[in-house]
């Protein structure tokens, strides 16, 4: 009997644990993209595979919501500077209290985009 409580607090204990992770936030549906990150995507695209050895292929576009609006971001394990927020109809959040705010208060990060040689910092 004891060996049977065992197994099943073990196995309890297991469970929550795997289910208690982070989980990896889905991918944006492409209808969620906007018409300007699609063409810059495209053109990472395509030096990527023109130059695979060159910086494109470590980044990755990110989104997050702010405010009740979608910005977008490009972050690159190779860069040491990232682009400002750019909102979803093209708006960039250039530095300043504003955008102190929003790295403050940002969230709900999703995944827009990844090149292939991208790792998550």
Known sequence: ???IMKKILLLFFFSLL????EKTLPDVPDDEIPAWLKTRISQDEQTIKDYPKYMASWGAWIRYIWQKEYYFEYH????????APVSENGDTLYYGATNL????EKCCKQYVW???NYKEY
């Open 18 to 21: 795997l289910f208690s992770c």
């Open 1 to 3: 009997m004891f060996n």
């Open 101 to 104: 705010k929003y790295y403050n």
């Open 76 to 83: 690159n394990i190779l860069s040491s500077s990232s682009i």
């Open 114 to 116: 990844k090149a292939p």
